[in-house]
């Protein structure tokens, strides 16, 4: 009898631990973004975050010197609008733009304006690699990350004026004012500084861009990989933006996972790897060793 009542305890406990690691492996990290529904209420109104966006694009510029090869600048647009169109947020004006910055690196601000640099561009090996970057990052505007990012600073006091942010925009204040809030938001390194979970949603996001726009989404989780070699053998090549992103590693395998449980058969299509995307390696110049650095006023 004891015995029996031995094995049926085993039993259970067997069931139970195998139940558990069921529930644990059903959970996939991106169903929690699957029923969000993206909007600016209860942040700066949209008219706001443009002009907003407008003096951070500014200040980017004191820092950071932008590619001026027009061949370059209009296929990375090309790209990104496209991904754009195909977004949640399609009808903001999107801008891109290409850093010359051999860090591996990129990042989005304000009211659709997203950033790469060439160091990152060096290191993609197809056009879904470098639209997967592109779609990480619209993926941030387009749920409302930065504007998150503002709120937050305001809520807990790390910005010195952030509190009269909607009063100086809306307000008509002046120019110098705004944009000196905007130093603040860089200087700081408040805009950008996402938690990871905004990070995994704006993967969650483009991934989604990608297979909308027809490119395959295995070139994100190609990308994936290869951020985790760089992260390994060349460390500090990884600029701080990337850096603070979760494990490249975690994010390829919760991309392959996606593609698996909802896009099926979306890797049959062929790599993109068009004319223009050769050409454009082809011709990507060096980046800077040193790259002029202004610190920002204000």
Known sequence: MKSTIRYQVLITFALLGFSLVNTAFAQNPYDKFRERRYSNEGYLSEADEMKLGDQVHAEVLK???????????????????????????????????????????????LGGKVYVHTGLLAVTQNEAQLASVLGHEIGHIVGRHGLENVKRANKYGTLAGIAQIAGAV?????????????????????????????????????????????????????????????????????????????????????????????????????????????????????????????????
């Not at 805009?191 to 969650?204: G, Q, V």
């Open 170 to 298: 809306l307000g008509g204040r002046t120019g110098a004012s705004i944009g000196e809030l905007a130093g603040n938001l860089i200087a700081g390194g408040y805009l950008m500084k996402h938690s990871r979970d905004a990070e995994r949603e704006a993967d969650y996001l483009g991934l989604y861009e990608l297979d909308r726009s027809g490119y395959n989404t295995a070139g994100m989780v190609q990308m994936f990989e290869t951020l985790a070699k760089i992260s390994q053998s060349q460390p500090n090549s990884v600029g701080s933006i990337l850096a603070s992103h979760p494990p490249a590693t975690e994010r390829a395998q919760n991309t392959r996972r996606e593609i698996g449980d909802y896009l099926k058969g979306t890797d049959a299509r062929g790599i993109l790897d068009t004319n223009d995307y050769k050409r454009i390696k082809g011709s990507t110049p060096m980046p800077a060793d040193k790259p002029r650095r202004v610190r920002p006023r204000g």
């Open 63 to 109: 820092q950071m010197r932008l590619v001026q090869d027009p061949t370059i600048n209009n296929y990375v647009t090309s790209i990104g609008r496209k991904l754009a169109r195909n977004s949640l947020r399609p009808n903001i004006s999107w801008q891109f733009y290409v850093i010359d910055d051999k860090s591996v690196n990129a990042f989005a601000t």
